[in-house]
């Protein structure tokens, strides 16, 4: 199985300022053919279901602003918010799809310092 | 609109069994791979199986092989999830969701289309 490992598991981040979070794939999920990384980027608010931010390790998803923004290749990957809003508290998580099964990292917290 | 709406949750005892559903609207349900994803009381996500747009395709998570059992109804657009035998450690919310609707789906889409439910809740314990 894939193993994805975010850093760091906590996040304190003062508004305003950059918050980036990292994830390393025990495998590379860059799948040759089509040039793309099977990697995508959900928020999961307190009491609400995951949205997608991004998919493809960089395409951002239709409404996500673009404060955020999605980068990496091969095995390591980064979430970078460039100026963090109150709205941006959050849980983060990455996930692979290049191969079954389907595998998330364990979340970052991102909190107000 | 677009919803998924899971039902079927509630408290099990270990080792028995229950059958969770998935009801989709506004979206053409056959079109998509459709996945159960689950989350742990103040734990982090974990994916659990995924079938594919026609069903004939399914793949399961390590700590579920053997016991779950995902299924579709693509004429009443119902996912299912049958937990058999179940552990104290399958207690989470078990949502359904497109997961991007990237992978299993019909045609191969290169756009996300991502939808969840609110989930159920599925507690095991004696």
């Known amino acids: 199985d894939i193993v994805m490992t975010q850093s760091p598991d906590s996040l304190p981040v003062s508004l305003g300022e950059r918050a980036t979070i990292n994830c390393k794939s025990s495998q590379s999920i860059l799948y040759n053919s089509n040039d793309m990384n099977y990697v995508a980027w959900f928020q999961q608010k307190p009491g609400q279901p995951p949205k997608l931010l991004f998919y493809g390790a960089s395409f951002r998803d239709s409404g996500v602003p673009d404060r955020f923004r999605g980068s990496g290749s091969g095995t390591d990957f980064t979430l970078t918010i460039s100026s963090l809003q109150a709205e941006d508290v959050a849980v983060y998580y990455c996930?692979?799809?290049?191969?079954?099964?389907?595998?998330f990292g364990q979340g970052t917290k991102v909190e107000i310092k | 609109q677009v919803q998924l709406v899971e039902s079927g949750g509630g408290v099990v005892q270990p080792g028995r069994s229950l059958r969770l559903s998935c009801g989709a609207s506004?979206?053409?349900?056959?079109?998509?791979?459709m996945h159960w994803v689950r989350q742990a009381p103040g734990k982090g996500l974990e994916w659990v199986a995924v079938?594919?747009?026609?069903?004939?395709?399914?793949f399961y998570s390590d700590s579920v092989k053997g016991r779950f059992t995902v299924s579709r109804d693509n004429s009443e657009n119902t996912l299912y999830l049958q937990m058999n035998n179940v552990r104290a450690e399958d207690t989470a919310v078990y949502h359904c969701?497109?997961?991007?609707?990237?992978?299993?789906?019909?045609?191969?889409?290169?756009?996300?289309?991502?939808?969840w439910g609110q989930g159920t809740m599925v507690a095991v314990s004696s």
């Open positions: 996930l692979q799809y290049y191969g079954t099964p389907w595998t």
């Open positions: 506004g979206f053409i349900f056959s079109n998509f791979g």
């Open positions: 969701t497109t997961l991007m609707g990237l992978g299993f789906s019909y045609g191969f889409p290169l756009n996300a289309f991502d939808v």
């Open positions: 079938i594919s747009y026609d069903g004939s395709s399914k």
